[in-house]
């Protein structure tokens, strides 16, 4: 593994049934892990703390109001030496295969460029379902679909800051350009997909919106089903201690009938939509 291994941000609240699969899967990948929770009533700090790994720097905060989170991404930001760093959030699952990607550019292709561009997979009832890419695609460096800026650089960024308020925040450089602005030829974007869980129910204690500051984007919908369970990243298959949720569970025959019902209506709505 190199030595130049990227810093990980998290924060997070009330993510404890996947909060876990999320750190162990990039621990071994990172230098250093940085995670603030913003306040979390489940067992979110129970599992953060249970697991004993020195890479692990973690802090609570009870913030009140949302533009605190860019305030406590642009802390994360100042704890972080020049170099890489990775934005990962509780709701997201890499694979090895995927992690290995990343580590494999920044080595050979770190110094020249300033950001990596990861494809994800937006899962739907399960971790075995996934939203079709025609819907909810982002636009970045002349690409569409599901992408996401989930590494920067910022040897090769200088005068790194956050400005905006959550969830529309984003990293300028010190010309206060803002790095989705900067020439394409500057990021790269991954082969490899992480597993998004932001429609599924992410916290034991249910879907609430207020938990996650209108961010619980809990969805019932058909999706594509994948053709097989061997690209699920390997954490979904490790050893789990007694207090994690079980993520491999699939989704209800309820889940199954309400979606096939759903599903349609939410084609012609964007249908409808689109033509507008």
């Known amino acids: 593994m190199p030595n130049n291994l990227p810093t990980a941000h998290m924060i997070i609240k009330n993510e404890d049934k996947f909060v876990w699969y999320a750190i162990i899967a990039v621990l071994p990948y990172v230098d250093k892990i940085i995670i603030f929770d913003t306040g979390s009533s489940d067992k979110t700090v129970e599992i953060i703390k249970s697991i004993k ?30 170099g890489w760093f990775w934005m ?38 399960d971790i075995y379902h996934y939203q079709s890419e025609k819907v909810g695609t982002y636009s970045l460096f002349g690409k569409e679909g599901h992408l996401a800026i989930r590494l920067l650089n910022k040897k090769n960024l200088p005068g790194l800051h956050l400005k905006g308020i959550y969830p529309h925040e984003g990293y300028y450089d010190s010309n206060e350009i803002e790095v989705i602005y900067h020439p394409p030829e500057k990021f790269l974007i991954t082969g490899a997909r992480l597993f998004h869980a932001m429609y599924l129910k992410r916290s034991t204690r249910g879907v609430s919106l207020s938990d996650t500051y209108h961010r619980n984007k809990y969805k019932i919908e058909s999706g594509h089903k994948f053709d097989t369970d061997q690209n699920l990243p390997e954490v979904f298959k490790a050893d789990r201690p007694p207090n994690i949720a079980d993520a491999t569970v699939k989704r209800s025959y309820l889940y199954e009938l309400m979606a096939d019902f759903i599903t349609p209506i939410k084609a012609v709505k964007r249908k409808i939509f689109n033509l507008s």
């Open 53 to 82: 790994n020195p890479k692990i720097c973690f802090k609570q905060f009870n913030i009140k109001n949302i533009e605190d989170i860019g305030e406590l991404r642009q802390k994360q930001l100042e704890m972080t030496d020049s």
């Open 88 to 125: 990962v959030d509780g709701d997201e699952i890499y694979s090895d295969s995927l992690c290995k990607e990343i580590i494999k550019l920044i080595s050979t292709k770190g110094d020249k460029i300033e950001g990596i561009v990861v494809k994800r997979y937006d899962l739907l009832g």
